[in-house]
């Protein structure tokens, strides 16, 4: 069962950067946005017109997660789950697909412009308590939806998802030969705090992720799911 929290509030200082806890760090005049995770999908367009749905991963995907997996290029999958194999374990597809939106967050991206409306990509965040600030963040986009913007737009939602969940930071596991993956995490922000070995873990604070997104001009949805997610 997915438990949601009620409205929280988010100060934003356009331009500006927040400090470790979400807190501003210098000017007097802020912007507050009462955020809430009640809503269980979003629609917006991508910037080349594809129509996407944004929604909450249900254990009955678990059918799409097991096929997403496998029309990955290799590489993809191997910079994603550092395993070249096709195909994941069961136990790894299980745990993918069992989410309850306290413990493990996870949104996907269906395309609704496909007759099929396939799954196009998914970010999962998982902590070990309810009451645990951090978790650990992973996001997979389908090869050829890469360069479209499909990434940030589901930060975003992901994002504040979390911040209503009570999430404040997140790790992220980069293998050290991704590049695109090093310059996305840097574009929200991230800091590298172990760069030892072939896997790097940036740490990433969610408010400054929120922040940074919503800097951004592109893609041009981002101020839809802030939107969709604003607490009248």
């Not at 097991?66 to 290029?73: D, N």
């Not at 290799?74 to 070249?84: K, T």
């Not at 993918?96 to 395309?111: E, Q």
Request: proline letters at 4%; a negative charge.
């Amino acid at each position: 069962m997915i438990v949601l929290q009620q409205p929280v509030e988010f100060e934003a200082k356009p331009g500006s950067r927040f400090g470790e806890h979400g807190d501003i760090r210098d000017g007097s005049m802020t912007e507050t946005v009462s955020f809430q995770n009640q809503i269980q999908s979003v629609d917006v367009k991508l910037d080349n017109g594809t129509h996407i749905c944004l929604r909450r991963v249900r254990h009955s995907d678990l059918g799409q997660i097991e096929k997403g997996i496998s029309q990955m290029s290799d590489q993809s999958r191997y910079l994603r789950f550092f395993s070249g194999s096709k195909t994941m374990p069961p136990s790894v597809v299980e745990k993918l697909a069992n989410v309850d939106g306290v413990h493990h967050l996870a949104w996907g991206v269906i395309n609704m412009s496909e007759q099929e409306h396939p799954p196009i990509a998914a970010a999962h965040v998982f902590r070990e308590n309810r009451t645990d600030d951090t978790g650990e963040f992973a996001i997979t986009v389908l090869d050829q939806y890469h360069g479209q913007g499909v990434a940030r737009i589901l930060m975003m939602t992901v994002f504040i998802d979390c911040y209503c969940e009570g999430l404040r930071r997140l790790r992220v596991d980069i293998l050290r030969s991704n590049k695109k993956a090093y310059g996305l995490m840097r574009s929200i922000g991230a800091k590298p705090c172990s760069l030892d070995g072939p896997v790097a873990q940036y740490d990433l604070v969610v408010a400054d992720a929120i922040a940074a997104l919503r800097e951004m001009e592109n893609p041009t949805a981002l101020p839809e799911i802030v939107a969709a997610f604003t607490a009248d």
